[in-house]
């Protein structure tokens, strides 16, 4: 036999054996890996379910937006899309969009629900999240942002310029921070609902029946520095049914206002309105200069605090918030931020709405103090509210709400 015949035959022999043993290899990790996929997307599957039926039991948890048209709280059907729950496992943290309900189906997500877990897997916090971007019609832009770092607040994306507002589960705001290239502003941010009552309905939108109607809402991104708007996005617009009754369309909001009232109807439901002390505070972070070489350094700081929640017929609600502005400075790195100056601004109107013919009169003064440390401001507040209706006559005002507090904002 020929040697170089049976050498070659044994290393093909043993080519084919390794060959064998690589792709058994390749199978095996594959296989394991597919296992592994499987195994997360079951976890993933069950978290969510989880999720769900804690929801579902939780008394406090609102699956509506509410909104704000012409003076009537209206609430809107909303999605939580569990198929694309997105799970985060290191911090034990599920994102799952939200889609509001329209009938023409345009409305972009800016709605996340966000859970976080304990080692155990009990829900420890859920909460709502509004996130708007500049390009928040970027699907490839959205998906790149949306982590546990955005929404915890504790480290921002650099590439980050937009707003992120947190809400209970009942919808009611607890925060609001804005961002510029990953670092915090003293700006605010609000969403804004406007009747449109130029654009057509789209055509593959049916009839109503009988006594309903359709209406289009046009809605704002909007960002709020001392109580002046310095930016306002159109976000889109959505299609909703709305009957007499309260009746269709997923809402209870009806078509009739307080100007149909009579002069004693309109005389009762304003004596039966209720104030509410909401005194949440909140201050925009320090911002430390792009480059500094020496201290000391200064900072603008922005506060708020609430002042009085008036509660109307038919859930209506408005709240009034009051602002401040002032300067903190730090003079090493181991010292404290202290304040140089501070001041109060301006009192408005910060959520929901005032109801068609009524009206609000409020006079709020705040008398401001630096601490000797300089380490607080302090503020001392006093309001005084009074409601009235404005589209009849005959009516006596409610009763005055007065009163006064006390609040400290700290240097850090």
């Not at 980050?160 to 961002?179: C, E, P, V, W």
């Amino acid at each position: 036999m020929n040697p170089n015949f049976y050498f070659l035959n044994r290393l093909n022999m043993k080519l084919k054996f390794l060959s064998q043993c690589f792709m058994l290899a390749i199978a095996l990790l594959y296989s394991c890996k597919k296992n592994e996929k499987e195994k997360f997307s079951d976890h993933k599957k069950a978290i969510s379910e989880k999720i769900e039926s804690w929801l579902s039991t939780n008394p406090g948890f609102s699956n509506n937006q509410t909104v704000m048209v012409e003076g009537n709280e209206i609430k809107l059907a909303q999605t939580i899309e569990w198929e694309r729950s997105a799970y985060f496992a290191e911090t034990q943290t599920n994102i799952i969009p939200v889609r509001i309900e329209s009938a023409n189906g345009k409305l972009p997500i800016f709605k996340y629900i966000v859970t976080i877990l304990d080692d155990a897997g009990n829900i420890i916090e859920c909460n709502y999240y509004n996130l708007f971007t500049k390009n928040m019609a970027s699907e490839s832009s959205e998906q790149t942002i949306i982590t546990p770092d955005l929404f915890s607040f504790k480290k921002i994306p650099k590439n980050f310029t937009g707003a992120i507002i947190k809400y209970d589960l009942q919808n009611k705001m607890l925060l609001s921070r804005h961002y510029d290239s990953g670092i915090a502003t003293n700006e605010t941010d609000n969403v804004l609902t406007i009747k449109n009552t130029n654009r057509p309905l789209d055509e593959n939108i049916a009839p109503p029946d009988p006594n309903c109607y359709f209406i289009t809402i046009d809605w704002y991104w909007q960002t709020w520095v001392n109580g002046v708007l310095v930016y306002e996005q159109y976000i889109g617009s959505s299609t909703y049914l709305f009957c007499e009754g309260g009746g269709g369309g997923g809402n209870n909001g009806g078509n009739s206002g307080p100007c149909n009232f009579t002069l004693a109807q309109a005389q009762a439901e304003l004596n039966a309105i209720t104030y509410e002390r909401n005194l949440i505070s909140s201050c925009s972070p320090p911002i430390y200069p792009p480059q500094f070489t020496s201290y000391p350094i200064t900072s603008p700081r922005s506060c708020s605090t609430g002042v009085v929640t008036l509660h109307f017929f038919a859930g209506i609600t408005a709240s009034y918030t009051a602002f401040f502005t002032g300067a903190i400075q730090k003079d090493g790195a181991n010292i404290p931020w202290k304040w140089n100056t501070f001041q109060y601004n301006t009192t408005n109107l910060t959520d929901g709405t005032i109801p068609i013919c009524f009206g609000v009169d409020k006079n709020v003064t705040a008398n401001c103090v630096i601490s000797g440390d300089r380490l607080y401001a302090n503020a001392h507040v006093s309001f005084n509210f009074i409601a009235k209706v404005l589209c009849l006559s005959g009516w006596t005002p409610a009763p005055p709400y007065t009163g006064s507090f006390n609040q400290s904002f700290e240097a850090n």
